[in-house]
């Protein structure tokens, strides 16, 4: 029910971080995201502190990270020794269907659909087929927490679980 994708940025050694983002995944959802909040190398380097996370926030007290706010191991970020090791990691894998890249040289957010591709083709993400630059009115989070509303209201709390997001965040 998610559209799932990864986010990485290039160090200045050349080396690669990724991080996998379960929720909104699309363009116009983790894309808009990290073009509206996280448009810098430094406001995006922040992102890959806490390893993966469920969803992207505004801010990192708004993100959801496995780690940090589901109490789960962590799972840090990934680390691609260079590009071409990076596009390889990725390229046709079917859990993923975007990912993102931070490019320092260019200071934009680049994005590749990955539907079965024997190779990852970044573009600017105001660029991608996909993206309208409209925030949905409702994310897969929502409808996600939305569901469990209706479902309880049916069957009671007792006999519904739904993985959701409770924001009692802390920052480290």
Same mark, same amino acid.
């Given at each position: 029910? =998610?559209?799932?994708?990864?986010?990485?940025?290039? $160090?200045?050694?050349?080396?690669?971080?990724?991080?996998?983002?379960?929720?909104?995944?699309?363009?116009?959802?983790?894309?808009?995201?990290?073009?509206?909040?996280?448009?810098?190398?430094?406001?995006?380097?922040?992102?890959?502190?806490?390893?993966?996370?469920?969803?992207?926030?505004?801010?990192?007290?708004?993100? =959801?990270?496995?780690?940090?706010? *589901?109490?789960?191991?962590?799972?840090?970020?990934?680390?691609?020794?260079?590009?071409?090791?990076?596009?390889?990691?990725?390229?046709?894998? #079917? !859990?993923?269907?975007?990912?993102?890249?931070?490019?320092?040289?260019?200071?934009? *957010?680049?994005? =590749?659909?990955?539907?079965?591709?024997?190779?990852?083709?970044?573009?600017?993400?105001?660029?991608?087929?996909?993206?309208?630059?409209?925030?949905?009115?409702?994310?897969?989070?929502?409808?996600?927490?939305?569901?469990?509303?209706?479902?309880?209201?049916? !069957?009671?709390?007792?006999?519904?679980? #739904?993985?959701? !997001?409770? =924001?009692?965040? $802390?920052?480290?």
């Amino acid at each position: 029910m =998610s559209t799932r994708s990864n986010i990485a940025i290039e $160090k200045p050694d050349g080396t690669i971080q990724s991080i996998y983002v379960h929720s909104d995944g699309y363009p116009d959802g983790v894309g808009q995201m990290l073009i509206n909040n996280y448009p810098t190398y430094g406001s995006s380097l922040r992102l890959f502190e806490h390893g993966d996370c469920s969803s992207l926030g505004a801010t990192l007290e708004e993100c =959801s990270f496995y780690h940090r706010d *589901w109490e789960r191991k962590l799972d840090p970020a990934q680390v691609h020794k260079n590009y071409d090791e990076f596009k390889t990691h990725y390229r046709g894998d #079917v !859990f993923i269907e975007f990912v993102y890249l931070f490019d320092r040289t260019k200071n934009q *957010w680049l994005v =590749s659909d990955n539907y079965r591709k024997n190779k990852l083709e970044f573009v600017p993400i105001g660029a991608h087929k996909d993206y309208t630059g409209k925030q949905p009115d409702m994310t897969e989070k929502d409808m996600i927490g939305s569901l469990k509303d209706i479902l309880t209201k049916g !069957f009671g709390n007792e006999n519904v679980s #739904v993985q959701t !997001f409770d =924001s009692k965040k $802390k920052l480290n």
